[in-house]
């Protein structure tokens, strides 16, 4: 076998700061081990029934986790104790999590959706993961809520694993954007897609159209521009999976936008900042992309409580401002 295998460990390791105590370097490592147990756990999904481990209890006796409950308490498990964190925030639970009080306490704050897409389990299509990681704001108190109430911008690292064809973790702490596929035999992430970026031209738009007549005036004509109705066609086709982190995941390789944009009857639209959107708009500001709530960057909303939501564009930043001037164009 010619040159180096690079693992997740190593390259975390490699590229960390000469001053870096290893605190933050370690939780990137308990997230990647949480996402391999939770990998191991999918790729059961369609097996459970055939198993018989489906039903009021297992063959030990045990209640039956849903995914995403499982998901949860995976993460959860593995940070509570690690002296790395503060507090959490999961789309699982619905307020702060706290470090138990019998846990040292450390200095970071992690927020996560532990299984998105969790509808697509049934059918067998692509899942993920997606989590943000941010200083606590005081470090020598407890966690607070004020620790998981900011702003995608003072993210220190965001990333997502994606549970599809092959189990690939993709994360950045500032310097780029670098993913990893599991090798399933070796049982590690190896290195990839280093230095991911949108590329140009973008091929792809991505949005449940079924809800065209509930959009504004402005996004439904950002939605005929994306279909080159309205001149200047940028020529993209149409993917939708209905998996943020697969449409997301796709269009990171191929360039294009994904939308949720509000409705008339939910005027934030469906997707969650905290742990959703501004994970997603920190890392596609590193692959060198723009996220929007269709009036400025997702980065800058702070939030005001933890399962806030937003409507979303994020894709190439030549797509995703086309809509914040279409907008601005409706409201004056
Ligand atoms: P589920 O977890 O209910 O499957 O929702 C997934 C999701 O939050 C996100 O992953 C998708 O992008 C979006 O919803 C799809 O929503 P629509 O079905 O309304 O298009």
Redesign the pocket.
């Known amino acids: 076998m010619s040159g180096a295998v690079n693992t997740i460990e190593r390259f975390i390791l490699e590229n960390q700061p000469d001053y870096a105590r290893g605190e933050f370097t370690n939780l990137l490592y308990d997230i990647a081990l949480a996402a391999k147990l939770i990998a191991i756990k999918t790729n059961r999904a369609g097996l459970v029934n055939i198993l018989g481990e489906v039903g009021e209890d297992n063959i030990q006796g045990e209640k039956q986790q849903k995914l995403?409950v499982y998901a949860d308490d995976i993460i959860f498990r593995m940070c509570d104790h690690t002296g790395r964190l503060c507090a959490m925030a999961s789309e699982e639970r619905e307020g702060l999590i706290e470090i138990p009080d019998r846990f040292r306490k450390g200095s970071y704050v992690l927020v996560y959706d532990p299984?998105?897409?969790?509808?697509?389990i049934d059918v067998n299509v692509s899942?993920?993961t997606i989590f943000g990681i941010f200083r606590a704001v005081d470090w020598d108190l407890r966690g607070r809520l004020e620790d998981v109430l900011q702003p995608g911008r003072n993210m220190v690292g965001a990333g997502y694993v994606l549970y599809g064809a092959s189990t690939m973790l993709v994360y950045s702490t500032g310097m780029g954007v670098h993913g990893f596929t599991l090798n399933p035999e070796l049982g590690e992430f190896l290195l990839s897609h280093p230095n991911m970026s949108l590329p140009e031209p973008p091929a792809y738009y991505s949005v449940?159209t079924?809800?065209y007549r509930r959009w504004s005036p402005g996004v439904q004509k950002y939605l005929r521009w994306l279909q080159g109705q309205e001149g200047d066609d940028p020529q993209l086709s149409s993917r939708?999976?209905?998996?943020?982190?697969?449409?997301f995941h796709r269009n990171l390789l191929r360039g294009g936008v994904?939308c949720?944009p509000s409705e008339m009857n939910k005027p934030n639209g469906?997707?969650?900042l905290l742990y959703?959107a501004a994970p997603l708009a920190y890392l596609v500001e590193q692959a060198g992309g723009y996220a929007t709530d269709g009036h400025g960057s997702v980065l800058d909303i702070v939030p005001t409580s933890i399962h806030q939501l937003t409507p979303l564009f994020i894709g190439n930043r030549s797509l995703v401002e086309r809509v914040e001037s279409y907008v601005a164009e409706e409201e004056k």
Do not use: Q, T
């Open positions: 995403d299984l998105d897409g969790s509808s697509n899942i993920g449940n079924s809800y939708y999976i209905g998996s943020l982190v697969a449409d994904f949720y469906k997707l969650r959703e």
